[in-house]
Nanobody, 124 residues
């Protein structure tokens, strides 16, 4: 059974940085994609960054390009999201997601596995 466990969230001031981690276990996929989504209160879940691990191919939402970096450490089975220049509008619960093979989408229903989330709060 796939398990995804996020960590690294917290409270920072605008302009600050955080690095989120997502530890995965139970994978049986020979190839897979992973992603970070976020959901603010009263808003829909939105994709932030995704990676197709086999090709190290990445994509980002326009709102975070140049500020967020997704990466994957296969040795430690961990997905990361480095976030810099954080703004109050980045405040949300951040979720790690995974899917079999190539999932080149920010549609939540296209992703099969989800973590429980980690809260990021940015104050002005």
């Amino acid at each position: 059974q796939v398990q995804l466990v996020e960590s690294g969230g917290g409270s920072v001031q605008a302009g600050g940085s955080l690095r989120l981690s997502c530890a995965r276990s139970g994978f049986t996929y020979s190839s897979y994609s992973m992603a970070w989504f976020r959901q603010a209160p009263g808003k829909e879940r939105e994709g932030v960054a995704r990676i197709y691990v086999a090709a190290d191919a990445t994509a980002y939402a326009d709102s975070v390009k140049g500020r967020f970096t997704i990466s994957h450490d296969d040795v430690n089975s961990t997905l990361y999201l480095q976030m810099i220049s954080l703004q109050p509008e980045d405040t949300a619960m951040y979720y790690c997601a995974a899917g079999r093979a190539l999932v080149w989408s920010f549609v939540p229903d296209d992703w099969s596995d989800w973590g429980q989330g980690t809260q990021v709060t940015v104050s002005s």
